[in-house]
């Protein structure tokens, strides 16, 4: 069983950085098409960016060119940087096997504020 520990999080002011970290457990991690997802207060979870096991990566459109999803398939972890983040990127953050999710992790908070 696949499990997933976000982390990375934190409060940053509006056009700053941060880089979320997933570390997955499993053997077969390096096969999976992975995402990060969001969920901000009162809405709900929503996709943001996926890197396929080859490293093609696709993102929602209000993040591109803003965000980066990489990953490293020796350590099991899939990567988020952040970039001129704005206060509507606020939300836990979490990823996922895309398409076909395996139990959630606790997620990391990400607050954008001055």
């Known amino acids: 069983q696949v499990q997933l520990v976000e982390s990375g999080g934190g409060l940053v002011q509006p056009g700053g950085s941060l880089r979320l970290s997933c570390a997955a457990s499993g053997s077969i991690f390096s096969i999976y098409v992975m995402g990060w997802y969001r969920q901000a207060p009162g809405k709900q979870r929503e996709w943001v960016a996926t890197?396929?096991?080859?490293?093609?990566?696709n993102y929602k459109s209000s993040v591109k060119g803003r965000f980066t999803i990489s990953r490293d398939n020796a350590k099991n972890t899939v990567y988020l940087q952040m970039n001129s983040l704005r206060p509507e990127d606020k939300a836990v953050y979490y990823c996922n096997v895309f398409l076909s999710p395996k139990p959630w992790g606790q997620g990391t908070q990400v607050t954008v504020s001055s």
């Open positions: 890197i396929t096991s080859g490293g093609r990566t």
